[in-house]
T-cell receptor, first 105, second 112 residues
């Protein structure tokens, strides 16, 4: 069983919708990463957070350390947001399996 | 130029062959990592290094070895490749344990 669970595995949305991707983990951590993997395979870091909330443009990441849960939100989604979103916990660099997001125009 | 460069980007080889994947970085980071990605399984850590000559096993190190002879370079070797090592391999760097991760573009390896 993966110690980092993401939901949903796949998500299809219409352009403009508000998106939420969830990540739950079972171990104590010092920080959590949200990553984006483009259709071509490249991976970029979106956020690293250890408490509270971070915002970058239309993306918002939150984490609740007590509940061992993090969420990634995308406001006003756009087709260019289509990608696989991956969460990872830093203590032993465990990764979730990813959430494949497709945003339709 | 990319901050983290992997070579080769694609490689097809046969069972039993020795393969080396190379990773170089211009970030000046101490920490480097090798991961493999299989469909539906997410990224799995193979080996990591916190400094030159420092080597640590990850969750799936069997069948692999690494070398960190310089801060900027971290090489992954498959001494005798087997078909279930067919995967997408990523190198990553970070400044410290809780620092932002920077990934290479990936190396797709196919073992026939």
């Amino acid at each position: 069983k993966n110690e980092v669970e993401q939901s949903p595995q796949n998500l299809t949305a219409q352009e403009g919708e508000f998106i939420t991707i969830n990540c739950s983990y079972s171990v104590g951590i010092s920080a959590l990463h949200w990553l984006q993997q483009h259709p071509g395979g490249g991976i970029v870091s979106l956020f690293m957070l250890s408490s509270g909330k971070k915002k970058h443009g239309r993306l918002i990441a939150t984490i609740n350390i007590q509940e061992k849960h993090s969420s990634l939100h995308i406001t006003a989604s756009h087709p260019r947001d289509s990608a696989v979103y991956i969460c990872a916990v830093t203590n032993d660099m465990r990764f979730g399996a990813g959430t494949r997001l497709t945003v339709k125009p | 130029d990319a901050d983290v460069t992997q070579t080769p980007r694609n490689r097809i080889t046969k069972t039993g062959k020795r393969i080396m994947l190379e990773c170089s970085q211009t970030k000046g980071h101490d920490r480097m990592y090798w991961y493999r990605q299989d469909p539906g399984l997410g990224l799995q850590l193979i080996y990591y290094s916190f400094d030159v000559k420092d080597i640590n096993k990850g969750e799936i190190s069997d069948g692999y070895s690494v070398s960190r002879q310089a801060q900027a370079k971290f090489s992954l070797s498959l001494e005798s490749a087997i078909p279930n090592q067919t995967a997408l391999y990523f190198c990553a760097t970070s400044r410290e344990g809780a620092g932002e991760l920077f990934f290479g573009e990936g190396s797709r390896l196919t073992v026939l």
